[in-house]
């Protein structure tokens, strides 16, 4: 497959130009091409935001839900189903603001679904507000003074709570991007990928240029599954490393958790409840 | 005891209450004797009052014992098995000067007679103050003059998987208890006449309505429930996890009521059967979910096991004080169906119909019930879930599936993600026929008007209303919901020729059969189980007919038989003495 084979006619993108949702668009459509998933098993869930609006602008099944609140219904999709592909997509608002209490028991419940963060630190819809990852200082409508309360670091909380798979990627850099997200979604398991991006039109502090000169890459001998160094790796501040921080493959899904497909993996909507059976439960309330 | 009477309908049988503190275990004993009565020949409805902690307090449980099927919460009280020294003052309006009370007459200190049977000392006797509950069963069933093999039967049921010596000590306690019952009784000193026995009811299920929920959740294609604990409708979510293994049910308590019911949308999304158990509290934080299904039109499931609020309430008591809730729950406009069983059986048809009305009309379909009826068991012949209809309504897509395309109707065809070639999307903005996002304000008002029609269809009669009566009638009995055995039980006992009763179960839309009987009525007597007459509201709203008395109650019990026959019988007896002085 080809990345443009994603590609909708006639989607009205809604986004400023320059700004770092298209790089983000872009990145997915040539991972979900390279890992042949075919738009009909792929469903896109997202929430409320710019960053949300992105599963109308490429050919898939798609939940479009409420603000903060696509993880649950990501993870009850994939638990329906478990031969989609289920990708929940977002901004930094959505998923870690108003979604923040979904988001942090979708780690430990860790359903097999990649979780997209465009992070770019402010509230693009609603126009410039701070968002829980926007740096102290920075000045807005709302905070007049400038932001006072600490950042939300997403990657330390993640590793924190031994998320299956933690990564941070840079909409500037496609191809790398392309690479990590590949790696997301094959990983059987919530995989979190935090993606930096500029907001041209409210983030005047977090631009493209900051964002290239305040990343690297992790180095190549960093060892994902070394969950201490990968916490190391997420409280820097000098730079923000790029690239999987953590792994760990110990970590059941939680669909093969479920009794409902312990002896048969047909999807829910392929089965009808056994009534004999059912008939025989209530009997054995007779005595 | 006495048969039926006009006074005091409830009489069709013995009730008898078990009372005590939490931690006493007086469900123990409400369950061996719910056993060992029914299997001997009695039909048994059983209901309960409990405070909200897990030790102490002061609790009860009401057991009527009959020779016919009653299902109605009777105040009167028969026989008081007291197992402790607050049980009586507890009770004290409940009580009169024929109630029975057996206990330890020492430990009791009342300056009433009592038949004196010290549960604690004679458990003791038998090994562990703990057998007490034992002790109080084989007491009553003592009373009743039944075989002591079904009070074996039921302990060693109770006890299944315990070590063979607890069980033995727990039987040797009970026989203690139930010869000194059955002295008593043959003494003639107990005063208790049992009722009729009926044989055929010795084999039939003893089923709660969480259960009965539960179980036609099932037969209604259920296979996802998601939800957060509250008090009462928390039964339900454990009733289907249990049946999770068995049925392939996806039961997952979710980390809040918010995420449950997102869950359940992403579930039939995804093409399963989802529903959500909570209480008004918990509904509360789902409203904005509501909002969403409406917007994407996906079927969902939603019971309200009511609950007295506001806030937080009583926890642990009845009212049907959620409807107004149900029924403007979510912003925005968009059609929805209320159900509220009138009864446990009721509960186990009208759950597996929620499933197949929601799947149908693509619509939140709410079940309202209430303490009451989701605590109370009885023994019920009748749940059958064969033929229940369950088949998805969903399509394979075609390529150029569009979610919401425009139909005369409103229903679109409704196709999952991965069936069938098309793709599905929903979104909760306004969007166009495939679900995209729009801000074609033309097409906003087309989107509307279709979502709307199928508040057309619903106004039909989905759940038909319950009559009972003369066709004549002059004054309709009104109520919803759990209070129809009582409203029926007391206007049983009445006997007036121009007084009909009118019960519903669909309680929005109102089915249009119901709407005629109201427009017949000269008189309608409304009973609810809240302050405010709320269904009462909703009908005058709907027809016009603002109802003429309003028998309400909010101290967070259910209504006793007893209460309403003496409430229809005085505003009856008004109406008679007005029109007398009119002639
Ligand atoms: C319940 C609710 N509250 C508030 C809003 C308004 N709202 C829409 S998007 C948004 C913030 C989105 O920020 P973010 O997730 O960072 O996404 P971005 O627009 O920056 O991509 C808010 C507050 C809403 N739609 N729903
Ligand atoms: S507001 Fe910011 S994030 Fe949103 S589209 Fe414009 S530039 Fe991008």
């Keep these: ?287 | 005891m006495s048969q039926t009477n006009q006074a005091t309908p409830s009489r069709t049988g013995v009730t008898v209450v078990i009372a005590g503190e939490a931690g006493q275990g007086i469900q123990t004993v409400e369950y061996l004797l719910a056993k060992i009565l029914k299997s001997e020949g009695y039909h048994i409805f059983a209901s309960k009052e409990y405070m909200s902690r897990i030790r102490g307090g002061a609790n009860s449980t009401a057991i009527r014992v009959s020779s016919a099927r009653v299902a109605a919460y009777a105040a009167g009280i028969d026989l008081l098995v007291a197992l402790d020294r607050e049980a009586p003052a507890h009770l004290a309006d409940r009580l009169s000067p024929a109630t029975i009370i057996v206990g330890d007459a020492a430990g009791l200190g009342l300056d009433r007679p009592v038949l004196d049977i010290p549960f604690a000392a004679i458990a003791a006797a038998a090994g562990n103050k703990l057998f007490a509950n034992s002790v109080a069963s084989g007491a009553v069933a003592g009373l009743f003059q039944v075989d002591f093999a079904g009070v074996e039967r039921a302990i060693a049921a109770y006890f299944r998987g315990k070590p063979q010596a607890m069980v033995d000590q727990n039987i040797a306690a009970a026989r203690t208890g139930y010869e000194a019952g059955r002295e008593l009784a043959a003494a003639g000193r107990a005063g208790l006449t049992p009722p009729d026995k009926d044989a055929a009811v010795a084999g039939d299920p003893i089923i709660n309505g969480s259960e009965a929920l539960a179980l036609g959740a099932v037969a209604g294609g259920c296979n996802f429930i998601a939800s957060y604990p509250m008090s009462p409708g928390t039964g339900v979510l454990i009733y289907l996890s249990q049946f999770a293994a068995d049925f392939g049910i996806v039961a997952e308590q979710a980390e809040d009521e918010i995420a449950a019911i997102n869950m359940g949308l992403g579930a039939w999304y995804a093409g399963a059967r989802a529903m959500v158990s909570t209480s008004g509290g918990g509904f509360a934080l789902m409203t904005e979910a509501v909002s969403l299904a409406g917007m994407i039109e996906s079927p969902m499931v939603i019971h309200i096991a009511g609950r007295p609020g506001p806030a937080t309430g009583l926890p642990t008591r009845t009212e049907q004080g959620d409807l107004e809730l149900a029924l403007y729950a979510g912003h925005g406009e968009f059609p929805r169906l209320i159900l509220a069983p009138r009864s446990i059986d009721a509960a186990f048809y009208r759950t597996a119909e929620a499933f197949q009305l929601a799947d149908r009309f693509q619509v939140p379909v709410f079940i309202l019930t209430d303490q009451f009826l989701v605590d109370s068991f009885l023994n019920l012949p009748e749940l059958d879930p064969a033929g229940l209809e369950n088949e998805p309504r969903i399509v394979a897509t075609p390529a150029d599936y569009r979610r919401y395309e425009l139909t005369p109707d409103g229903l679109s065809p409704r196709g999952i993600p991965g069936h069938g070639a098309g793709l599905v999307g929903v979104d909760s903005d306004e969007h166009d026929e495939a679900g995209h996002i729009t801000e074609d304000l033309e097409l906003r008002v087309r989107m509307v008007d279709k979502r709307l029609r199928k508040l057309e269809l619903l106004r039909t009669d989905l759940v038909p209303p319950l009559f009972h009566g003369p066709a004549d009638y002059r004054t309709l009995v009104v109520g919803w919901g759990s209070t129809y055995p009582a409203i029926r039980e007391a206007l049983a006992g009445l006997d007036r020729p121009d007084v009909a009763q009118l019960h519903l179960e669909q309680v929005y839309p109102l089915p249009p059969s119901a709407v005629a009987y109201l427009q017949k009525a000269e008189r309608i007597i409304l009973v609810e189980n809240n302050a405010t007459g709320q269904f009462g509201k909703l009908l005058r709203q709907e027809t016009g007919r603002a109802a003429s008395d309003r028998i309400l109650k909010y101290n967070g019990m259910p209504f006793a038989v007893e209460e309403l026959a003496e409430r229809f019988a005085a505003l009856l007896t008004a109406d008679t003495a007005a029109e007398g002085s009119a002639v």
């Design chain 1, 1 to 287: 497959m080809e990345a443009k084979d994603f590609n909708l006619e006639h989607a009205a993108i809604a986004w400023c130009p320059g700004c770092g949702n298209f790089g983000i668009l872009n990145a997915l459509k040539g991972a979900l091409a390279e890992l042949d998933i075919a738009p009909e098993g792929l469903v896109m869930v997202s929430g409320i935001g710019q960053a949300a609006k992105t599963p109308h602008y490429l050919k898939c099944n798609f939940f479009n839900g409420l603000h903060g609140r696509a993880l649950p219904a990501a993870t009850a999709i994939k638990a329906a189903n478990p031969g989609l592909t289920v990708i929940a997509e977002s901004g930094d608002g959505d998923m870690y603001g108003e979604g923040g209490n979904h988001w942090l028991h979708t780690i430990r419940r860790n359903p097999n679904l990649t979780n997209l963060v465009h992070d770019n630190m402010v509230y693009g819809l609603t126009k410039g507000q701070a968002s829980p990852t926007s740096p102290q200082g920075m000045i807005t409508p709302v905070q007049v003074r400038g932001v006072v309360n600490e950042p939300f670091n997403p990657l330390a909380a993640a590793i924190a709570l031994d998320a299956s798979f933690v990564a941070r990627a840079f909409s500037g850099d496609l191809q790398q991007t392309k690479e990590i997200l590949k790696q997301a979604i094959r990983h059987p398991g919530y995989a979190l990928v935090d993606i930096l991006h500029p907001c041209v039109s409210f983030n005047k502090l977090n631009t493209f240029q900051w964002f290239k000169e305040h990343t690297e890459y992790l180095d190549a001998g960093h060892d994902p599954s070394d969950r201490e160094a990968a916490f190391a790796q997420a409280l820097r501040t000098d730079r923000l490393p790029l690239g999987v921080f953590y792994l760990n493959r110990e970590r059941r899904p939680f669909e093969e958790t479920l009794p409902a497909y312990a002896d048969r993996s047909e999807p829910l909507y392929r089965r009808r409840p056994d009534l004999a059976k059912l008939a025989a439960v209530i009997a054995t309330r007779r005595d």
